[in-house]
């Protein structure tokens, strides 16, 4: 190797040194100096992660392999399959936040939708808002939940009597079986306070007619008591139910 060619390597290094020394101490001062600034047209990135000075996560941004599972009571992160955001308190833990999910392309049906929630403290969602397709069947709706004060989210999320209703649900052979179950289900959270639908309020049906739209009032065991809908042949309905689900009063009757 000759003199010359020596130089200029030497050169190189030092210039690559300098300019490490330079970025480290930016970064030292982006770091301590919180009013440095930065300005981008275009940011590409699996996961953006916001931070509390504590360095307990705010809110992240991710991908559907980035994207973490909930983070309740300092539980370790897991991916949660869909792309969202999800918002939490200054304690790092979750409370709520905002999913996009669709089908692989090619799958034989549709199935996903939007889902927007907000969580209680130490509990799981109290209100949400999704819009859902599976394959023709659409549903569009905001749900208000009762959640106790006195369990947390641990006691409350996966009780051990879920387990055996997941199972039945999951071997089920229809959508009517699954939603049976799904009413069983229910009604036993309801009775043992882990939770309570109290109000639905939305459209559902056959993406390729006119869907039901209706507001329901429900009780502590997510029964359905009154119901305001209109039908897919467009007639109003007004029905009181009692907890059988049987129509005892109807405005609709009185109508006809």
Known sequence: MNIKNLGNGVAVVAIAIAGGLAGGALQQRAHADSTVNATFNTINAKRINL????????????SSTTLPNANVFGRPESPRGVPGIIFYNQRGDETGGL???????????????VHLSFDQVDQNQTIFMNTWRNGDFVRTALRVMDRPTDMDIRQTNRPPEYEAYRERMRAAKTDEERERLQREWNILAGE???????IFLGSEGDGTSTRTAMLEIKDSRSRPRIRLSVDESDQPRIEVLDENGRVVRSLSDEID
């Open 51 to 62: 931070v509390e000075d504590n360095g307990k996560p705010a809110l992240v941004l991710g």
């Open 99 to 113: 999913i996009f999910s669709a089908s692989d392309e090619g799958a034989e049906a549709v199935d996903g939708g």
């Open 192 to 198: 043992k306070r882990y939770f309570a639908e109290r």
